[in-house]
């Protein structure tokens, strides 16, 4: 399958990063624990949904609305936040698809800089550096990693209409 993935570096203010990272490191933001593709229970990782199912479906929305206005989608399907904790050595999880649609784009927005990364099908690996943008098409298959020199890696994980 061929398939186009862009790259967009340094994609918000540096302040509004800023903001962002201090809110959701702060004891008031919500996290939610899930299991990983592919890994077994004992090992979790931690999310936020702000938005699903056609509705927004978290206070703190507002939070990341810079980076949903600058992507400009016609329509959300998913926003979802995801932290996974530091691992001894890096761990890819399963590759998987984020929808089957062919209609439906994915991009992810990296919030912190670490030695994770998100691997496509083709081989093709972007390292998780704070601030930059990756889109792809939702149905082309991917996945993420645990990271070995920072606390978490954390992306923020959209899926929509372009």
């Known amino acids: 399958?061929?398939?186009k993935i862009d790259i967009q570096e340094n994609f918000l203010e540096k302040n509004n990063l800023?903001?962002?990272n201090q809110f959701i490191l702060s004891e008031q933001f919500p996290w939610y624990v899930s299991g990983v593709t592919g890994m077994y229970d004992s090992?979790?990782?931690?999310?936020?949904?702000?938005?699903?199912?056609?509705?927004i479906n978290s206070p703190y929305f507002d939070l990341i609305k810079n980076i949903i206005t600058k992507l400009n989608p016609i329509t959300l399907h998913?926003?979802?936040?995801?932290?996974?904790?530091?691992s001894n050595s890096i761990i890819?999880?399963?590759?998987h698809k984020d929808n089957q649609s062919p209609n439906l784009t994915s991009s992810l927005f990296y919030i912190n800089t670490n030695n994770g990364?998100?691997?496509?099908e083709n081989g093709k690996k972007i390292n998780s550096t704070a601030n930059k943008v990756v889109s792809f098409p939702s149905n082309v298959l991917h996945h993420g990693t645990t990271c070995t020199d920072k606390e978490f890696r954390i992306a923020l994980n959209m899926v929509y209409v372009k």
């Open 78 to 86: 998913r926003v979802k936040l995801n932290l996974i904790p530091k």
């Open 43 to 55: 090992k979790k990782h931690f999310f936020h949904s702000f938005y699903n199912n056609n509705n």
């Open 1 to 3: 399958m061929k398939y």
């Open 92 to 95: 890819e999880h399963d590759y």
């Open 18 to 20: 800023e903001e962002i």
């Open 117 to 120: 990364y998100t691997k496509f």
